[in-house]
């Protein structure tokens, strides 16, 4: 065989080698609803990074942020297609499993170590597989959210503050009924209307993370921050079961083992994140209020119980009496 007969033979060999290689390469696509600057895109590219070491080189991850593959509703219907892979997302899923609204229940978790225990334990394992069964959803991993604060023009220091005051709201029922209780008159409106609202005077008050109440420069129409603190919640990360399935165990595992480290540092950008934007809002000349949380919580309970769905109620029971 001549030199040149041989070597047209190696590039043959390589160019098969590679396009097999190609060929069998998983690509992931993860849409989420964040930006570029946001901690929830830093940690999904902490994920592809980690992944894409672990599988060496067998799956590739590509992150899109912002909404640029649809937003969270869509998101979910996609990967539901196979169109997209992966997503955040969190009670949005009540949709289609009713059990996710506890992702966001006012004054059902108490703090980062009840959540913990929560959606780390049996009750999470529970939830996770409602999500799988029902949905097509694999939970990979969950990110803790800032805690909703209410924002207002005068300090609101117990429910009776509330009597009469219009407050914006998202269009969550769960939200909405409890607002009433409190004695607040809740408005449903979209974030993008809040500064105008607030600045125009049809709404007086508004409640959102401190994430929010910084990038929406609400701190130039809101005067107090009062740390009611009355939703800590969650998102899941979540992965397509029928890509999952997919996959072989090793990759799966090494999914598994990316989301943990996603989470984890996730969690620290979190917690320093939370710190910051307190003392940001501050120094922006926000006046914090520290108001009575016992008495905001029995009341705002009172009014879960008799909105929640009967089914869910043994549920909710056995998370507000986790130790």
Sequence with gaps: MTYSKLLYLLVCVLLMFSCHEKHNKTILRFGHQANETDIWHQSALKFKEVLEEKSEGQIEVRVYPAEQLGKERDLIRSIRLGIVDMTTTGESMQNWVPITSFCAIPYLIKDSEHLKKVVEGPIGKVISAEMIHRLGLRPIAYFERGPRNLTSNRPISHPEDLKGMILRVPTVPIFIKTWQALGAKPTPMTFSEVFTGLQQGTIEAQENPLALINSGGLYEVQQYLNLTEHVIGWVYIVLGEKKYQSLTPRLQEAILEAGKEMQAYHQQLFVEEE??????????????????????????????????????????EQIAKLQ
């Design 275 to 316: 710190k910051m934007l307190l003392n940001r809002l501050i120094e922006k000349g926000m006046i914090v209020n520290e108001p009575d949380i016992d008495a905001f919580r029995q009341a705002a309970a009172k009014a879960v119980r008799q909105n929640l769905p009967n089914d869910l109620m043994e549920l909710y």
